[in-house]
Nanobody, 120 residues
């Protein structure tokens, strides 16, 4: 069972990127999913979260620019990032609570991180 984040890269200010988070393994379902980021020298912070029902919440710094979504059938999560700013530069991590077949409850998993650099 693992989460794998992808889609990071170098983009100019004002540009866009779409991050993806793929859950794989013996997974029955995914509860809450989220994206966090950690800039150099800073603590990891919440960017956005989405419940299994699609309710979302965002950090104030990304509201109106980023959109979190998910595809429950494909066991995928996404973060569409528009109007990127240099201060969005960070390693982005996906997080999810996974329900695993044959095991009670849900389990907290993290992806490996994907680097986003916003620079001209």
């Amino acid at each position: 069972v693992q989460l794998q984040a992808s889609g990071g890269g170098l983009v100019q200010p004002g540009g866009s990127l779409r991050l993806s988070c793929a859950a794989s393994g013996n997974i029955f379902s995914i509860n809450d999913m989220g994206w966090y980021r950690q800039a150099p020298g800073k603590q990891r912070e919440l960017v956005a979260r989405i419940t299994i029902g699609g309710r979302t919440n965002y950090a104030d710094s990304v509201k109106g620019r980023f959109t979190i979504s998910r595809d429950n059938a494909k066991k995928m999560g996404y973060l569409q990032m528009n109007s990127l700013r240099p201060e969005d530069t960070a390693v982005y991590y996906c997080n999810a609570f996974l329900v695993i077949r044959g095991r009670p409850g849900s389990y907290d998993y993290w992806g490996q991180g994907t680097e986003v650099t916003v620079s001209s």
